[in-house]
């Protein structure tokens, strides 16, 4: 990739990846850009604009070959690298995230999943057997995963992490709820459901203000009308 892209277009492509692996599974070969916006709730032009960063990707009168797009999306996105990816933390989060991740299909393989719990340990999650955290350091020196999952409770988030870099990990999926930050040669991805829910908090408080203003805007309106007939007799 010659030039840098923006961050905003990075954090869209994942959507383009979701939707068109949508379209593929119910046998659709091509797609207009104006199509789809319709699926996507962005316009025609941004999906243009977002992958003219890439080569553009589509032919003028025939649109999109989905499967083609959905490739070269993988690609760019690195889900062709086959990295694999360990779990620490077992708990309901975890056990959660574990069954219900498709992750060879996002680029990903989960390898191992671990806790340091009596109760926990010797468990299976989606048929994977959860194994003592105590062994994760020859675990990781011998298959070599290159991220971490993380779900292990707050306190514990940044001695777990230090001490798996120091292991060789160099990229952590961060679902505890406190930031962990990046340094030199390591990548964060800090996922906070809490954020979302509050977004949508703000979403809803707008929509609600937005709905008694238009009433009140009306009721206003209405008076002035009863005035002015008044006036008129």
């Not at 709730?41 to 941004?46: M, P």
């Not at 056990?95 to 806790?115: M, P, Q, V, Y």
């Amino acid at each position: 990739m010659d030039k840098k892209v923006s961050g905003s277009v990075i954090n869209r492509l994942p959507r383009y990846y979701r939707h068109l692996t949508d379209l593929l599974e119910s046998g659709t070969e091509r797609i207009s850009s104006k199509e789809l916006s319709k699926r996507m709730g962005v316009t025609a032009s941004q999906i243009r604009q977002d992958l003219n960063c890439f080569g553009g990707f589509g032919q003028q009168g025939y649109g999109y070959n989905v499967e083609y797009l959905q490739k070269e999306i993988a690609k760019i996105l690195g889900l062709d690298q086959g990295y694999t990816a360990v779990m620490v933390g077992a708990g309901n989060m975890g056990r959660t995230f574990a069954t219900n991740t498709k992750f060879e299909s996002r680029g990903f393989k989960l390898i191992g999943i671990f806790d340091n719990s009596d109760k926990v340990i010797g468990t299976t999650i989606n048929g994977m057997k959860v194994l003592d955290y105590a062994d994760i350091k020859s675990f990781i020196e011998k298959n070599k995963p290159q991220m971490a999952i993380l779900t292990v409770p707050k306190a514990a988030i940044h001695s777990v992490a230090e001490e798996l870099i120091s292991y060789g990990i160099t990229a952590f999926m961060n679902f505890s709820y406190t930031e962990l930050p990046e340094t030199e040669g390591i990548i964060v991805e800090n996922v906070h459901l809490s954020d979302s829910l509050m977004r949508l908090s703000y979403k809803l408080l707008e929509k609600n203000e937005s709905k008694a203003n238009g009433s009140k805007d009306n009721k206003e309106n209405n008076e002035d009308e009863g005035d002015g007939i008044e006036n008129g007799d």
